[in-house]
């Protein structure tokens, strides 16, 4: 009886678990909804990228308006001014003018002009001209007066259309910043869906080539190992930036989605190694959004999940899928900077040295984020560097 519990104990410790089962069938249904997911993502993506071109268009034609109507805002202010000095100027020469004429050497010019007419006629006509002299500057005064008034009220419409355009800038700025997120949801971490699709192409011919058959579980026709824990994937190190998932980053790094976990306080090329045995589901070189990335496949505890090693500066030589890896095994080193530092990294989304470690339910080494979980479930990683948080070790 003894002898069979031990037969019992020994065959679970080294016969595959079969928990969610995955054929080559269900690896071709994956790809064809990979592909689905990729034309309708391209056409919104397309969509998207010419309603941002049409709204930046506009902005820029406002932006063009906002400064006419400001510098006419302007002009219009220092043609007031002009006018309000005229206007003073000449009602100083109005009043010298009048002044001149009532009172000179004690006497009034004014009557004595008048009064020195020779006839009727001429004194109505010295009489003209005098109100003539002294009703111009009047009535260039109303004149500036009125145009003062006309250019206030031009100013007041200006400034009402500049608060408009002001308004629709802000609003069309609001919808940029909706559709510019929108956008970038197509380049999250990680590998891009038109990289899913060919690596997954060349994983099912590597099965295929295996003698796997449509329906048989992958599982039964390569190599498989159990695990019973899990252990931190570096010697030791620190947290910088936690799992948001679909949400956005708010800590410092001011990034968008993040479907892993950072981990730093170490120095570029520091050993990575697996979180748990497993076998290499996945190696992708170079990606935009993630640079070198290694993907690994674990049944531990008769559950199947997937972890994810991004930013590496380099993969260790000869890995190669289908490798069975223990948590010994040296899969890479840390990268650092992105492209065109010499820091390694290779891609646009990393900004110094640390490992971005994922982890996901299933195997889903090309569907990786619909999976992905926080990875603090799994592990008690300190908190934030930045907020307290100490070291882990190994």
């Known amino acids: 009886m003894k002898k069979l519990a031990l037969l019992s104990i020994l065959l679970m410790l080294f016969i595959p678990v079969f928990v969610d089962a995955k054929t080559l069938d269900d690896m071709y249904n994956e790809l064809a909804k990979l592909q689905t997911e990729y034309n ?30 400001r510098s006419e805002i302007k002009q219009a202010e220092a043609d007031i001014e002009d006018s309000k000095q005229k206007i003073d100027d000449k009602k100083v020469e109005t009043d010298g003018l009048i002044q001149f004429l009532q009172i000179s050497n004690g006497g009034n010019i004014y009557l004595e002009y008048l009064f020195d ?112 824990g899990w252990t931190y994937p570096l010697a030791k190190g620190c947290v910088t930036s936690e799992y948001t998932g679909s949400d956005h980053r708010t800590d410092w790094s001011g990034g968008g989605s993040h479907y892993g976990i950072d981990l730093s306080c170490i120095n570029e090329g520091t050993n ?29 505890k008769g559950k ?31 990268g650092g900077y992105s492209t065109g530092t010499n820091h390694g990294g290779y891609d646009r989304c990393t900004s110094g040295t640390h490992l971005h470690f994922g982890m996901a339910d299933g ?31 190994r």
């Open 117 to 228: 007419a020779e006839s009727y006629t001429d004194f109505i006509y010295r009489y003209e001209i005098v109100k003539q002299l002294t009703n111009y500057n009047s009535d260039l005064i109303d004149e500036l007066e009125q145009l003062i008034l006309d250019l206030q009220q031009k100013e007041k419409e200006l400034s009402e259309k500049n608060v408009k355009l002001e308004k629709e800038r802000n609003e069309l700025s609001s919808r940029l910043n909706i559709l510019q997120s929108s956008l970038n949801s197509y380049m999250v971490e990680g590998t891009t869906i038109e990289e899913d699709i060919a690596d997954l192409k060349k994983q099912i011919k590597v099965y295929e080539d295996k003698g796997c058959s449509r329906y048989q579980d992958i599982s039964t026709c390569t190599a498989t190992i159990n695990a019973y």
């Open 272 to 300: 990575v190694y697996p979180a748990a045995d497993g076998v290499v589901a996945r190696i992708v070189y170079r990606s935009s959004c993630g640079g070198n990335m290694v993907y690994i496949h674990h049944n531990v």
């Open 304 to 334: 199947k999940y997937t972890t994810v090693y991004m930013h590496l500066l380099n993969v260790t030589n000869g890995l190669y899928v289908g490798q069975i890896v223990t948590t010994k095994t040296v899969i890479g080193g840390v």
């Open 40 to 69: 309708t993502n391209k056409n919104n993506k397309n969509l998207t990228e010419t309603q941002i071109k049409e709204i930046n268009n506009d902005i820029n034609k406002i932006n063009a308006s906002i400064t006419t109507i």
């Open 363 to 393: 195997h889903s080494a090309f569907n990786f984020n619909s999976y992905a979980y926080n990875p603090r479930e799994t592990f008690a990683f300190p908190k934030l560097i930045y907020s307290g948080g100490g070291y882990f070790y």
